[in-house]
């Protein structure tokens, strides 16, 4: 197992991330035998990172990862979870959370504690001194409950940056969606470039997209298997990320042994892109996300001329995200934070903004298009 080095402990390079442990019927229904298998295995091999959250399998993951890691001395792992603050009716109760939370996962301590996905929808409710949320969490580390405090973050650039700007100097790690799709198409390049200026180290989460990546287009699988004829598609991923010297922990979310496995072996070995090997990932990037999104730049020429004075290349952003990944929770959670006259549908396809577009982006169609798909999301 490859390992790298947080401070004064030494972090496996793959952690095992509890969104997608295995299941029975449903999503909430957890098989904790093969849970149970999985940890096992994992332990024998060097994997000493786990990651779990409040909400992960609708509760029950903190539960089944309780009952596995109960097996092995609690010094022998690390054990990470969130305050979730995805949902805002969450935020009066973080000390209620926070105490349950050491129960269902049999603790006295969390190794590593997020604040959870601070986004567009909610960072300002974290920023908030009437919650105390921060001060709660800062108490907890001071008292020896949390070891190492850090969060995760899906939102854009500007709210990254309004969160580090508060409590940047207390975050000793930051939770990124990072692969080489998102490294330009969430801006994740930018985003470490950012954590790198406050010298906090990234952990990685889903480096595969939910699987997406996992598997390619023939072609896409050719070029790249003529490059390294032994690495699985899934493999040159992991190896894109290890490429990036700030990440310290990849979170798989396996979902059954096999992938356990399969991963495991790939992380064997420390073997980064060489840069030919960069290029080509980037290429296959940038011809996987043209064929599902639209070419906007952001040069913004279109905001001046919109009578609703819609935030376009945004909303644009958040449509190409929503398309491309065919749903997710992003967009819908973004579209959150946004006035109701500010979103796609406020769109009154006047197309002005359409005259003065250099990409010749037809704007209005992908306004409707995309107020059409979050209402058959059921948003």
Same mark, same amino acid.
């Given at each position: ?289 043209? #064929?599902?999104?639209?070419? /906007?730049?952001? &040069? +913004?020429? %279109?905001?001046?001329? !919109? @009578? $609703?004075?819609?935030? =376009? ?28 006259? #500010?979103?796609?549908?406020? /769109?009154?396809? &006047? +197309?002005? %903004?359409?005259?003065? !577009? @250099? $990409?010749?982006?037809? =704007? ?16």
């Amino acid at each position: 197992m490859i390992y790298r080095d947080f401070q004064d402990i030494r972090l496996s390079n793959l952690g095992m991330g509890c969104m997608r442990l295995p299941q029975k019927e449903s999503y909430a229904d957890v098989d904790l035998p093969q849970v149970r298998e999985m940890v096992d295995y994992a332990m024998a091999h060097g994997v000493n990172y786990y990651d779990t959250a409040w909400g992960y399998h609708d509760g029950n993951s903190e539960l089944a990862m309780g009952d596995a890691l109960s097996a092995y001395p609690r010094g022998s792992f690390y054990l990470a979870t969130k305050f979730p603050g995805y949902d805002l009716s969450n935020f009066p109760r973080v000390r209620e959370i926070f105490a349950k939370q050491l129960e269902k996962l049999r603790t006295d301590y969390f190794d590593f504690y997020l604040f959870h996905n601070v986004c567009e929808l909610n960072v300002d409710a974290y920023l908030d001194p009437q919650y105390g949320v921060y001060d709660f969490l800062m108490q907890q580390k001071r008292d020896g409950k949390i070891r190492h405090l850090g969060f995760s973050c899906h939102g854009e650039l500007p709210v990254l940056r309004r969160f580090l700007e508060a409590y940047g100097r207390d975050m000793e790690f930051c939770q990124l969606q990072i692969n080489f799709l998102d490294w330009t198409f969430q801006h994740g390049a930018e985003k470490v470039a950012l954590l790198r200026e406050y010298g906090i180290p990234v952990w990685v989460m889903e480096p595969l997209r939910g699987g997406k990546l996992a598997s390619l287009p023939p072609e896409y699988e050719q070029k790249l298997k003529a490059l390294r004829p032994g690495e699985s598609v899934a493999a040159w991923s992991f190896r894109f990320l290890q490429s990036i010297p700030d990440v310290k922990v990849i979170l798989s979310g396996m979902s059954n042994p096999e992938q356990m496995r399969e991963n495991i072996e790939t992380f064997m070995t420390d073997a980064p892109l060489n840069e030919a090997e960069m290029q080509a990932l980037s290429q296959i990037a940038s011809q996987m996300l043209s #064929k599902n999104t639209v070419p /906007c730049t952001a &040069c +913004r020429y %279109c905001t001046e001329y !919109c @009578p $609703q004075e819609l935030d =376009i290349p945004y909303l644009l952003s958040l449509y190409n995200e929503h398309a491309f990944t065919g749903g997710g929770f992003i967009a819908p959670m973004a579209m959150q934070a946004i006035d109701p006259d #500010k979103q796609p549908s406020a /769109c009154i396809g &006047c +197309r002005s %903004c359409e005259q003065v !577009c @250099p $990409q010749q982006i037809k =704007i209005s169609e992908a306004m409707a298009d995309f107020s059409e798909k979050l209402a058959q999301s059921g948003w």
